[in-house]
DNA sequence: ACGAGCGCCTGTCGGC
DNA sequence: TGCCGACAGGCGCTCG
């Protein structure tokens, strides 16, 4: 489900309160509890389970597609992966069939991670810095000057889409976002990235920044039975527009696969 | 260094 | 109606 602005809005959630639920920050956590094993990377179940209860949410952030909970002496780090989500409930409410791992905080609330697909992963780790430390930039690092992203781009040479996806190139990026941003550029997704010119890598990140900005601004993007509050898929213009006309110029949208994902694109506003 | 293929999983949808 | 394959917002691995 979730690229930068899905994980984003879910930490802005959690840190300031939504849907009646109050804010994480600053709740104690009394209880743990894991029902898919693989769900966890790291430690082992036994010392995950005994290290929470006691744990006080100090902060909330969030790194790439990655939503980190400071706590008082740890940090659990949570990916959603393709269907992860996180919700703020009741103490008494049932179990959903798809909840891989429960807090329970002392206020009466509990934060549950649902992953029909257990792709997701979590991490109980002293820091952040190891598991972090081969990521790419956040899109909206100012150290990504046009000249900068330029270079990183000729340093490359692979096709554009697959590099944009590649969480050690640039972090926070999913299929949709780079589908969008790739249109909104007017760059073919199969362009090699040492062929962009200068011109076109500063269009480019400004395509990546407007989009995750949309995509924030949206609360993300809802379809398919995952991830619920955003309305961003109601701005896509590529993206499952498969055979609709471009907003550009009005020709059909085209589906293909590259990279083994599907890819939504318009050859002509996006020429080879 | 790169791309292709596959594994990890469950759910949904379209075609026959 | 039921079955079967394709496909889905991610990512890590192996192989050529």
Wanted: proline share 7%; glycine share 6%.
């Amino acid at each position: 489900m979730p690229e930068l602005p899905e994980v984003e809005t879910i930490a802005r959630n959690l840190r300031k309160g939504a849907n009646s639920a109050p804010s994480l920050i600053g709740e104690t956590i009394q209880n743990a509890r894991l029902f898919w094993a693989r769900t966890l990377a790291e430690p082992d179940e036994a010392a995950f389970l005994e290290r929470l209860p006691g744990q006080r949410v100090e902060a909330i952030s969030r790194r790439a597609k990655f939503l980190v909970l400071t706590l008082s002496q740890w940090a659990l780090v949570i990916h959603l992966r393709m269907s992860g989500d996180l919700r703020m409930l009741h103490s008494d409410a049932l179990p959903d069939f798809h909840d891989r791992m429960a807090l329970d905080f002392c206020s009466g609330w509990r934060l549950s991670f649902n992953d029909p697909r257990k792709f997701g992963r979590i991490w109980l780790v002293p820091d952040t810095k190891q598991l972090f430390a081969s990521l790419g930039p956040e899109p909206d690092d100012p150290v990504l000057t046009p000249q900068t992203f330029h270079a990183m781009l000729q340093q490359k040479k692979r096709q554009i889409k697959p590099l944009l996806l590649d969480q050690h190139f640039i972090a926070g990026l999913g299929n949709i976002y780079t589908d969008e941003a790739l249109f909104t550029a007017g760059i073919h997704p199969l362009r090699t990235s040492e062929s962009l010119d200068l011109r076109e890598a500063e269009k480019l990140l400004a395509a990546i920044r407007l989009t995750l900005r949309n995509g924030i601004e949206a609360n993300g993007a809802s379809f398919d039975w995952v991830y619920r509050g955003g309305s961003f898929q109601n701005h896509f213009q590529v993206y499952q527009k498969t055979n609709s006309p471009c907003p550009c110029c009005a020709l059909p949208i085209q589906k293909t696969m590259v990279g083994q994902r599907g890819t939504h694109f318009c050859p002509n506003c996006q020429p080879l």
